[in-house]
């Protein structure tokens, strides 16, 4: 079945850099939009708002959320099933459970109902 797995999260200081991965077996993946999306202590995960990111299945189109555009980057390689997004210059508000959503029908990555069981990233000094 599909699966996604996230990985990279870590306690960092602001200011610093993390990388997270994102890999996916179970489906063809080089079919699905991906996105990234950020959970906070105490609520609910919902990919219908939120996402901080959305890659096309090709890789070639990226959307970002107003609140990380210039510090973080996706970058997708579908020959290894993998969708990376860079954090640059991380916030403490930056601090979340990170994890990605696939979604298949062409219509973005809002709504997604196939995720991963994210990573957490902690911004703090």
């Known amino acids: 079945q599909l699966q996604l797995v996230e990985s990279g999260g870590d306690l960092v200081q602001p200011g610093g850099s993390l990388r997270l991965s994102c890999v996916g077996s179970?489906?063809?993946?080089?079919?699905?939009?991906i996105g990234w999306f950020r959970q906070y202590p105490g609520i609910e995960r919902r990919t219908d708002r939120g996402?901080?990111?959305?890659?096309?299945?090709?890789?070639?189109?990226?959307n970002y959320a107003t609140a990380v555009k210039g510090r973080f980057t996706v970058s997708r390689d579908n020959a290894k099933n993998t969708v990376y997004l860079q954090m640059n210059d991380l916030k403490p508000e930056d601090s979340a459970v990170y994890f990605c959503?696939?979604?298949?029908?062409?219509?973005?990555?809002?709504?997604?109902?196939?995720w991963g069981q994210g990573t957490q990233v902690t911004v703090s000094s």
């Open positions: 996402g901080i990111s959305c890659t096309s299945s090709s890789g070639d189109l990226t």
């Open positions: 959503a696939a979604r298949g029908d062409g219509r973005g990555c809002d709504g997604a109902d196939n």
């Open positions: 179970g489906f063809t993946f080089d079919k699905y939009a």
